[in-house]
């Protein structure tokens, strides 16, 4: 099982701002890796596929990068709207899935 | 596209319970189908899929021996049967379905709304 760890737990940042989340696979998973948002009481929202496409109506800000174990969600000048945990999955193994834990991404 | 879940509450550990998900606004048979659960204050966890002529169904480790999904095509309807339940097994359960049809992946882009599922005596 391909396991995926991210970084950090939590970060705190000011609106306006730039957060960097990260995740790492315990072996290579290519660029097949995927981004969601998640808010308490709603369903996950998919950000970013295959690394860093972002999905439809996905804004700008958000910006995901790197391949094989290595993996970065950016979000640009953070909105009140962006306060959310952020999980990234891959998919290099489908048609079976792992997520990471989650960063929750609070207010400063 | 509209999932909905239904069929959560409260089960004894070693009870049973069955999950439905009823789909809407897309081919149904067209689509891998997924479940996906959280539990109280954890992060999210892939339990099942299944193809779209229910022809492979895979599980994570947890759940497989306990766990059996399905699909009803022509009531498209997604189904969890799940058996032998532990407190371990308490979470909200999620159907989702790819982004695209066919043997293809780019992520869940639809969910439903959850069903919570609670083992507890």
């Known amino acids: 099982e391909i396991v995926m760890t991210q970084s950090p737990a939590a970060l705190s940042v000011s609106p306006g701002e730039r957060a960097t989340l990260s995740c790492r696979a315990s072996?290579?998973?290519?660029?097949?890796l995927i981004w969601y948002q998640h808010k308490p009481g709603q369903a996950p929202r998919l950000l970013i596929y295959g690394a860093s496409t972002r999905a439809t109506g996905i804004p700008a800000r958000f910006s995901g990068s790197g391949s094989g174990t290595e993996f970065t969600l950016t979000i640009s000048s953070l909105q009140s709207e962006d306060f959310a945990i952020y999980y990234c999955q891959q998919y290099s193994s489908w048609p079976m899935y792992t997520f990471g834990q989650g960063t929750k991404l609070e207010i400063k | 596209v509209q999932l909905e879940e239904s069929g959560g509450g409260l089960v004894q550990p070693g009870g049973s319970l069955r999950l439905s998900c009823t789909a809407s606004?897309?081919?149904?048979?067209?689509?891998?189908m997924s479940w996906v659960r959280q539990a109280p204050g954890k992060g999210l966890e892939w339990v099942a899929n299944i193809r779209q002529d229910g022809s492979q169904k895979n599980y994570v480790d947890s759940v497989k021996g306990r766990f059996t999904i399905s699909r009803d095509n022509s009531k498209n309807t997604l189904y969890l049967q799940m058996n032998s339940l532990t407190a371990a097994d308490t979470a909200v359960y999620y159907c989702?379905?790819?982004?695209?049809?066919?043997?293809?992946?780019?992520?869940?882009?639809?969910w439903g709304h959850g069903t919570l599922v609670t083992v507890s005596s």
């Open positions: 606004g897309f081919t149904f048979s067209s689509y891998w």
């Open positions: 072996q290579s998973v290519n660029s097949y």
């Open positions: 989702a379905r790819s982004s695209c049809s066919g043997d293809c992946y780019l992520g869940f882009h639809y």
